[in-house]
């Protein structure tokens, strides 16, 4: 998870412990709520792939 960019650990987190809508947390990153979807999708690839561990 620390090998993740921080504002996609940003998403993680918020997505995960927040349990933020999307919409939310594009607005919190200063971000659409399409690219928070986008990286959050990413995100979970990377680390399922075990490239973000």
């Known amino acids: ?5 921080e504002k996609t ?3 993680v987190y918020l997505r995960l412990s927040g349990e933020l809508p ?4 594009g607005a919190i990153l200063g ?3 399409t690219w ?6 990413r ?10 561990v």
């Open 1 to 5: 998870m620390h090998a993740l960019p």
């Open 9 to 11: 650990r940003e998403v």
């Open 22 to 25: 999307f919409s939310e947390i």
């Open 31 to 33: 971000e659409s709520e």
């Open 36 to 41: 928070a979807r986008v990286t959050f999708y």
């Open 43 to 52: 995100a979970k690839q990377k680390l399922l792939e075990g490239g973000g």
